[in-house]
């Protein structure tokens, strides 16, 4: 149904598929990722670690921004991983609950703009979220999610044009959580928004990276 659990997919499979079973003696080393931008680039990793000899299993946990590897003691998965991590751009550090993505954009001096759920809490009202008099755009996101990141900075250059729009950030965390199983049920893929005009009635509402169309229902948002 999503494009989240088709990667989802791909990381079993690298994690599991193809291997024979782990000899006695191996051991599983978990390395965090630091300042990394989307799910793609643990994905990338545990390609690259599956096929190296020694490696006997690999996954990504992308809530968590970790790797976990199992492999021969021969194998120095921290270096290998530090290197390959290196090579794009971001940090591997030994150990777990140290993985950490880049920060969201930064929104002009002034702007109405802020994070209403974090880790995907749950909220039971989106209507009391809506700004009485401003065109509000509500953003269903996640740290994860490259393409919403892509929302969030086309969302600072908008608040950047104008003060009659709110922006306000829901991070769903993942799939599973409160706030996703309530509002993402017929969602197949982030960032979802909705759009909202001044007078509190719902403009759009859609998945997916589309900015122009976003535009298009701020305008009309803002004109009614």
Not at 148 to 163: Q, S
Not at 205 to 223: N, P, Y
Request: hydrophobic fraction near 40%.
């Amino acid at each position: 149904m999503r494009s989240a659990l088709a990667l989802s997919s791909l990381l079993c499979l690298s994690a599991c598929g193809g291997a024979d079973p782990a000899p006695e003696g191996a051991r599983t080393t978990v390395v965090s990722l630091r300042n990394i931008d989307c799910e793609e680039c643990g994905a990338e990793l545990v390609t690259d670690l599956r096929e190296r000899p020694g490696v006997y299993a690999a996954s990504f946990d992308r809530r968590r921004a970790e790797l976990a590897v199992t492999a021969s003691p021969s194998f120095d998965v921290t270096g290998t991983v530090k290197r390959l991590a290196a090579d794009e751009g971001f940090e591997a550090v030994l150990g777990a609950g140290k993985g950490q993505y880049l920060g969201w954009a930064t929104f002009p001096e002034g702007a109405d703009a802020r994070t209403i759920a974090e880790g995907g809490a749950d909220i039971p009202d989106l209507r009391a979220q809506v700004v009485p008099g401003k065109v509000t755009v509500l953003d269903f996101a996640a740290s994860w999610c490259l393409p919403c990141r892509k929302m969030d900075a086309h969302m600072a250059t908008v608040l950047e044009a104008r003060r009659d729009v709110a922006y306000r950030r829901l991070d769903v965390g993942d799939w599973d959580t409160p706030l996703a199983r309530r509002y993402l049920k017929q969602v197949s893929k982030l960032p979802y928004v909705i759009v909202y005009d001044t007078s509190g009635a719902q403009v759009d509402a859609f998945a997916g990276l589309e900015v122009e169309r976003l535009d298009a229902a701020i305008e009309r948002g803002a004109r009614r």
